[in-house]
């Protein structure tokens, strides 16, 4: 059949945005914030990922490479993660086979966004299998993906138990064929 061209909704959106945070300047991902203000990088050494923006980096699909004095305003950050999210939901698409309400495929795009594809096909893997797909067991691989480095963060699982939230959420009904 015809590959389904799923879109994240609005909410979907609003929950990334709300843990992305915009920054208009380049700054480390894993240099902590000074009173709720991340450092823009210097050009000094790198310990996370360089991301700018509502968390655009290098790795993702918009073709902004970032350099040392880049700035964005909130408008061209908002452009940047719609192309950005757009792997994302393709690669959502290309990776599930059974029907998905809006809420899980907002809850999946999300999930890819901050893990990448690789992560998302062993997540989707119990939904995938069988006639029924194991939905509940994907819902619960969510809380294995809460560490950076090695080191569990309090952030990725404030985002993994919001994506769970998500995958819940709302209609129940397979998104709509865009």
């Not at 992305?20 to 000094?44: C, I, L, N, Q, T």
């Not at 819902?139 to 090695?150: C, L, M, P, T, V």
């Amino acid at each position: 059949g015809t590959m389904s061209t799923h879109k994240i909704s609005q909410a979907g959106l609003d929950f990334i945005k709300g843990f992305e945070s915009f920054v208009g300047y380049v700054y480390d991902d894993k240099r902590h914030a000074v009173k709720g203000k991340y450092p823009e990088w210097d050009g000094g050494p790198v310990w996370g990922t360089l991301t700018i923006g509502y968390g655009h980096t290098n790795a993702a699909k918009h073709p902004l490479k970032i350099k040392l004095g880049l700035r964005v305003t909130e408008a061209e950050a908002c452009e940047i993660l719609d192309v950005d999210l757009d792997e994302c939901e393709s690669d959502v698409n290309a990776c599930t086979t059974k029907a998905l309400t809006q809420g899980q495929f907002d809850a999946l795009v999300s999930f890819t966004f901050n893990c990448g594809a690789g992560n998302l096909k062993t997540l989707v893997a119990p939904v995938n299998r069988g006639e029924r797909g194991d939905y509940a067991r994907t819902r619960a691989n969510f809380d294995h993906y809460i560490r950076s480095k090695g080191e569990v963060m309090r952030g990725l699982q404030r985002r993994r138990d919001g994506e769970q939230v998500l995958w819940d959420a709302g209609d129940q009904n397979p998104p709509t064929e865009i």
